[in-house]
């Protein structure tokens, strides 16, 4: 999986940040991100606290990379999806980071609050393995082959 940043930027890696908290969910999205290529960098944090922390590189998470692609469940504990997204798209260094906001909720109000704070995508998850890998597959296309993606810092 490569990212085409432009003519003048070699094409590398694409890294992931999953938050997710539910470990089988961690297991079913991170089996698919391997076997659909984008799993070489992928990062994986349980709540939300900890999601701020690695985005701002703060405690334990002092040489967390920059990730290309945020994956962010919305039910969380300590801090939900909906206060990681705010944090994300409020700081002008952190806001170019596509999130895309993968998650069981199907409620309308989630659905318009998500895209009212700016989340890229909106994604119900799928019940099973096939649908996470069909899913995975086209978030695999978009962002790694059709998309431009900014320029790491």
Known sequence: MNINYGMDNPPSPLTVLLVEDDPGDVLLITEALREHGLGSDVHTVSDGAEAVSFLYRAGEHADAPRPDLVLLDLNLPRMNGHEVLTHIKSDPDLRS????????????????????????????????????????????DFFGDVAKLPRRR
């Open 97 to 140: 980071i596509p999130v895309i906001v993968l998650t069981t909720s199907s409620a309308p109000d989630d659905l318009t609050q998500t895209y009212q704070a700016h989340a890229n995508a909106y994604i119900t998850k799928p019940l099973d393995s096939t649908g996470f890998a069909k899913v995975v597959n086209r978030v695999e």
